[in-house]
């Protein structure tokens, strides 16, 4: 099985921040690989697939990058809305797994 | 409107059964795979199931392989996950997504999620 690590696990921004989020994969996965937010007892909504492409209608700070086992997740300027848990998936091969996930809060 | 919504969350015992349900709306049905996802409170996702659009091809995650089987009818538009031996690391959320396509095996769609507690 591919395993998913996500850092940090947590993080404190402030509005207007740049933040960062990565995501390793314990193998190869190409560019396998989605991202979701998640906001307290909501579903989770698809942000990101192919490492690096957007959703319809997901904000322009959001952007994706990375390919094989390192990817990354950035948010250019924190929106109080961006508040959330963040994931990253792959779907390169079954079982599809996630990572632990990313909790992003205000400072 | 693309929508799924679950149903067929409860309370059951240790050792018992229950099938969720999952209904689809606003795509054609028969052409999208169908995957189900689990949160323990205050947990992450978890990833559970996944059946191909035609419901020939089905993958389990290796927690619930052998307990768990996931169903289609593109008939009523439903995906069904029919649980059995229930343990106690099962109470979760139970959420149905809709899978973006053969290539994009991500989920796109999500529902509300439906609960599912285990009480031992």
Known sequence: ?107 | EVQVSESGGGLVQAGGSLRLSCAASGFTFSSFAMSWVRQAPGMGLEWVSHISGSGAATFYADSVQGRFTISRDNSKNTVYLQMNSLRAEDTALYYCAKVRSQLYTYMDVWGQGTTVTVSS
């Open chain 1, 1 to 107: 099985d591919i395993q998913m690590t996500q850092s940090p696990s947590s993080l404190s921004a402030s509005v207007g921040d740049r933040v960062t989020i990565t995501c390793r994969a314990s193998q190869g996965i190409s560019i396998w690989l989605a991202w979701y937010q998640q906001k307290p007892e909501k579903a989770p909504k698809s942000l990101i697939y192919g490492a690096s492409t957007l959703e319809s209608g997901v904000p322009s700070r959001f952007s994706g990058s990375g390919s094989g086992t390192d990817f990354t997740l950035t948010i250019s300027s924190l929106q109080p809305e961006d508040f959330a848990t963040y994931y990253c998936q792959q779907y390169d091969s079954y079982p599809l797994t996630f990572g632990g996930g990313t909790k992003v809060e205000i400072k």
